[in-house]
């Protein structure tokens, strides 16, 4: 079966870094997604890797190693707006989505 | 722009009735999906329509029908609504094709209770 693994829930103090981490299996790989939802809200665009390595966005980190079957989402400098759920999400060879059941990130002041 | 538009918002259903939830789109994007979202599951995959005029059936697709009668428009029906359909639903759509992502656009969700 396919499946998305990741931390039901994180704490992580206010100007802190923290890694939330996603392992997957998947009948194929065409991309890896990360999407962040507020309480009450959509889900908004957050990554996308498809090859192996760091993508950069400001404070907002993704890693992706396909060999592994792993990805990570650092988050820097973090803020009391951060805290929220953290979705990740596989692309499978027939271009279908498999998510993850979220992280929900807590944020201490 | 609106984007992807999703109503109503929120509903209340007697079991055994009928419900069409709305979505519709202005990006022009080839494919839509419905999700529903349930405390402690990930987004679970009802019906997809890569594009106006083809549907296919996601891993929940039972008590569910959808149509895609153009680009822009893909309701959700429930013809006889039970309890376990409460849940929270979204519309999204992307854009599908070569030197795409396929990143999701969402709807704003519609909370729909089944009693």
């Known amino acids: 079966g396919q499946n998305i693994d990741q931390p039901t829930e994180m704490t992580a103090t206010e100007g802190a870094i923290v890694q939330i981490n996603c392992t997957y299996q998947t009948s194929g790989f065409n991309g890896l997604f990360w999407y962040q939802q507020h309480a009450g809200e959509a889900p908004t665009f957050l990554s996308y890797?498809?090859l192996d390595g760091l993508e950069e966005k400001g404070r907002f980190s993704s890693f992706l190693s396909r060999s592994k079957g792993y990805s990570y989402l650092l988050l820097k400098e973090l803020q009391m707006k951060d805290s929220a759920s953290y979705l990740c999400a596989v692309m499978d060879s027939n271009y279908q989505l498999i998510w993850g059941a979220g992280t929900k990130l807590i944020i201490k002041p | 722009t609106a984007g992807i538009t999703q109503a109503p918002t929120s509903q209340i259903l007697a079991a055994g009735r009928s419900m069409t939830l709305r979505c519709t789109q202005d990006m022009r994007h080839n494919a839509m999906y419905w999700y529903r979202q349930d405390l402690g599951l990930g987004l679970r995959l009802i019906h997809y329509s890569n594009t106006a005029g083809t549907t296919g059936k996601g891993e929940v697709p039972d008590g569910y029908s959808v149509s895609r009668a153009n680009t822009d428009d893909f309701p959700l029906t429930l013809a006889s609504a039970v309890p376990s359909q409460t849940s929270v639903y979204f519309c999204?759509?992307?854009?599908?094709?070569?030197?795409?992502?396929?990143?999701?656009?969402f709807g704003e969700g519609s909370r729909l209770t089944v009693l």
């Open positions: 999204a759509s992307s854009d599908l094709g070569q030197g795409t992502t396929g990143e999701l656009f």
């Open positions: 890797n498809v």
